[in-house]
């Protein structure tokens, strides 16, 4: 029934996400093809079975997608005069009268071109939320246990169906976690960091990894950002950077702030928690941060790669698998490009 997956992507980056799910899918034996338009901020991935291929590529183990959903209808030249009608037949044609969603979300690319749809999509989600009780395609009251109907609007004619399966996907609208920047954080960067620790660990891991009283380091750390974020979560922290660093961080006590090059310091005794915004080369970061998990001096790690200007997909996975390769241990290691990254992305390592 679905016929491709639909993945969201920061506008820009359509190649790289059609490369990572190309490469992806053909590695996990099911040969498909991309199309996608670039900024229009999402991917189609077409493959016969698109059933088996959702579980080949779990959305947490995806770098450029925001969002994975298994679409299956696309509806185009829609009368704005009545888009419910074509919409409902279309569920009963695909799904039967049996499928009962837990939500709807009417969203639409988070591109350029697309954003001007979002009122068009709010506007429409509230029309279109009681047809759907009604007919019983949607539960009485909003379940998030359930899977989601996503109605995609390319245009005002112009919508796909899709599913967003509870669990393997994203829990916000568009993929992207709404984070509001804190008075008291000492830069923008520290949102990255936030959104990191909220994407990249389950809530077990946030509360597991992160205690009151536990010690970690922070390369390229001015003007504080990320300090500021680790110490939130109850950290004394390391500061490592040339630059100057926010008064009131360091009046906080909870803060050292050591001018060093991040590439040749490391602590005399382990660290609970290495994390790094340094702009450099990727590959240079990656050989630094599998040097720390080598070593001991860190037991997770947070770390940003800046990706290059081109063959970025080819350059993420060649910074990974040196990373992984040099840090002669067993990691879990998750990556993604975040809400907040902009050319780059964000990993997560940890002991498996
Ligand atoms: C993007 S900024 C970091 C922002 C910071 N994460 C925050 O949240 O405020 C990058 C920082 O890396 C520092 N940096 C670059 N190379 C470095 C090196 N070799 N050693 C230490 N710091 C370095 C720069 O001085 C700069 O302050």
Same mark, same amino acid.
């Given at each position: ?92 044609? !695909?799904?039967?009268?049996?499928? !009962? ?252």
């Amino acid at each position: 029934m679905p016929d491709a997956l639909l993945c969201y992507c920061r506008a820009g980056f359509e190649p790289e996400l059609a490369a990572e799910l190309s490469d992806r899918a053909a590695h996990a034996g099911f040969p498909g093809y991309a199309r996608t338009d670039r900024n229009s901020g999402y991917v189609e991935f077409f493959a016969d079975d698109i059933a088996s291929l959702t579980r080949a590529l779990p959305f947490g183990s995806l770098i450029f997608a925001r969002q994975k959903l298994r679409r299956f209808v696309e509806l185009k030249g829609l009368d704005p005069k009545d888009r419910i009608t074509p919409i409902v037949r279309a569920l009963e044609t !695909t799904l039967g009268n049996t499928y !009962t969603f837990g939500e709807l979300w009417v969203e639409h690319p988070d591109s350029d071109e697309a954003k001007p749809l979002a009122g068009l999509a709010r506007a429409f989600g509230n029309a279109l939320r009681p047809a759907l009780r009604k007919g019983g395609w949607l539960t009485q009251f909003d379940d998030s246990r359930k899977n989601r109907l996503h109605v995609v609007f390319l245009a005002g004619d112009h919508v796909l169906l899709a599913i967003g399966e509870a669990g393997d996907s994203a829990p916000w609208p568009l993929g992207i976690p709404r984070l509001r920047m804190h008075a008291d954080a000492p830069s923008r960067s520290a949102l990255k960091l936030e959104e990191a620790v909220m994407v990249l660990l389950n809530e077990k891991e946030r509360e597991r990894l992160f205690r009151e009283g536990m010690r970690g380091a922070d390369l390229g750390a001015a003007p504080g950002g990320w300090s500021w974020v680790l110490m939130r979560q109850g950290l004394r922290v390391i500061s490592v950077d040339n630059g100057p660093l926010q008064e009131k961080l360091l009046e906080s006590g909870r803060v050292e702030h050591l001018r060093e090059d991040g590439f040749h310091w490391h602590p005399r005794s382990p660290l609970d928690w290495m994390v790094c915004d340094m702009v450099e080369q990727p590959r240079r970061v990656a050989e630094r941060m599998a040097t720390w998990l080598r070593e001991g001096w860190c037991r997770h790690a947070i770390f940003n790669l800046k990706l290059p200007m081109k063959k970025r997909w080819d350059e993420t996975r060649l910074c990974l698998d040196l990373f992984e390769r040099q840090a002669h241990k067993s990691l879990l290691v998750r990556a993604r490009q975040l809400y907040h990254d902009r050319e780059e992305i964000t990993v997560f390592a940890t002991p498996r």
